[in-house]
RNA sequence: UCCUCGGUGGCUCAAUUGGCAGAGCGGGUGGCUGUUAACCACUAGGUUGUAGGUUCGAGUCCUACCCGAGGAGCCA
């Protein structure tokens, strides 16, 4: 006898198979007992007739409690009634442990509550269902970049100086001096796009940011393409291009999880080229022409995002920001010294910002001379600065947050059910 | 740091003008051979976030604090 996954349950139609796994929820009718497994792979029916199993394995089913482990003995069988359309019809039930008062029970709970439980929380449908879509996502993006030449080569955590500001760094201590936990891979990646071409990181990253909003996390995963002779039209193709694979890739292989989630995959099914393509000045005509009092010159806000990203059906991409609120390290426009060649891709259904790169400065002596401005310390830039003496080439590159992606393709209202156990401003636990 | 809303059985919520703290789920007991968050009957379960105050009487009104949610500011 075979011990099956849930998962592949329709290979063994008609062979008696052995399933390990937890009870989700059991019914009865005297006689007869449904109780619903999950293996972690799926969710499946055991019919237990008092007529096909020994007294012992028919009293079990009495006994069990959600989320208690067993294994169950039986043959698989087709059947309409049963959800997944395959049942196993017990022959023999063995627990593995009774468990006692699980706190999630099948009715609803509050945020507080699943998030204080987040640990168990992961193993209801929904949970797993999004979870599993941020595992093709994930896959999605590193099969691109990989497919075409892009190499991964992982960036540090522990970053020495700040490469834009302290007051969003986590400090740590380091043998007695200070570290600050990593915000982007970016400049790491500069030095290895130097020595590679095309390259990529993919890691967590950590912003000490107050904000308490459904699109923060203070520690969350990102992916960083960074590429040498690559211009801002080259980065923005990139960047639609994954975009574009990532949500076919889901709509694909993930058609299962995305009908758990009850997500309407209508708007998904039209991301597709070419995106639209607006400048920074472009985006604040239609922020006025719906009445928002915005001035040129500041970033945008959440509900700003919104706005724009909902009066396009598909991905959006903004370019060419005022260079004012962009980092040192943001090329300016050779045809307006007031415009970075920086650009966003807002997710649509309101979602926003996803995406955000550009192209980087690639002359020495501009990259010096905005260093001295912005007010960094130099020496602890002389690496990045080597970048530019040794055979600098105009390059770019952008990161891409993973959790605000599996929240669009998922249609959350929140962000804290993207990542397994969430890191938010008020909450570290479990 | 600020604004808004909230905190009542294990969970989700109700409680009229300040007047007997209640329901569903979950737990327990019993019933049912095709259930789909099954159903039916019975049953146990409460210091209403904390500390004070007003009142004959406070879950409800007042003050302070604690905790949470949503948002703002902030945010490569």
Not at 270 to 290: C, G
Not at 302 to 325: C, L, N, W, Y
Not at 343 to 354: M, R, S, T, V, W
Request: charged residues 30%; contains cysteine; negative net charge.
């Amino acid at each position: 006898m075979k011990t099956a996954y849930i998962e592949n349950i329709s290979d063994y139609s008609g062979k008696e198979v052995k399933i390990r796994g937890w009870l989700y929820n059991k019914r009865t009718s005297g006689k007869l007992w449904f109780i619903l497994v999950r293996d972690g792979t799926g969710i499946i029916q055991a019919v237990v007739s008092k007529a096909d199993v020994d007294e012992d394995s028919f009293n079990m089913c009495d006994i069990l409690t959600q989320e208690s482990s067993l294994t169950i003995i039986g043959t698989v069988n087709p059947d309409r009634r049963a959800p997944g359309g395959y049942e196993i019809q017990a022959k023999k039930i063995e627990i593995i442990q009774i468990a006692k008062d699980y706190p999630i029970t099948p009715k609803e709970h509050g945020t507080t509550f699943l998030m204080d439980h987040r640990h168990l929380w992961l193993r209801s449908t929904r949970q797993y269902a999004i979870l599993r879509i941020r595992q093709e996502i994930i896959k999605a993006c590193r099969n691109f970049l990989d497919e075409r030449g892009f190499i991964l080569l992982d960036t540090p955590i522990f970053t020495p100086a700040a490469c834009e500001g302290t007051t969003t760094l986590f400090e740590t201590d380091y043998f007695g001096s200070k570290v600050y936990l990593t915000q982007s891979g970016q400049l790491y990646n500069e030095a290895c796009a130097m020595a590679f071409g095309k390259v990529y990181c993919f890691g967590p990253t950590f912003r000490a940011e107050k904000s308490k909003t459904r699109r923060h996390l203070t520690e969350f995963w990102m992916i960083e393409p960074e590429a040498a002779f690559f211009d801002l039209d080259d980065n923005m193709d990139l960047a639609e291009d994954m975009v574009i694979y990532v949500v076919q890739q889901v709509l694909k292989n993930k058609s299962k999880e995305l009908k758990t989630i009850e997500r309407d995959t209508t708007n998904l099914e039209k991301v597709s080229k070419p995106f639209p393509r607006i400048t920074y000045d472009e985006a604040v005509k239609i922020l006025h022409d719906k009445g928002v009092d915005f001035d040129w010159g500041n970033d945008f806000g959440g509900a700003d995002e919104t706005i724009i990203s909902k009066h396009f059906e598909k991905p959006v991409i903004i370019h060419r920001f005022p260079s004012e609120m962009k980092a040192f390290y943001m090329k300016r426009d050779p045809e307006n010294e007031k415009l970075s060649l920086g650009c966003d891709l807002f997710a649509p259904e309101g979602y926003g910002e996803i995406i955000g790169g550009g192209q980087r400065e690639e002359n020495l002596e501009i990259v010096e001379k905005r260093i001295k401005e912005f007010n960094l310390p130099r020496d602890a830039f002389e690496w990045y600065i080597d970048l530019r003496k040794y055979g600098t080439v105009p390059h770019s590159g952008f990161g891409m947050g993973i959790e605000r992606v599996v929240s669009w393709i998922c249609k959350l209202s929140h962000v804290r059910e993207t990542i397994p156990f969430p890191r938010m401003l008020y909450r570290v636990t479990p």
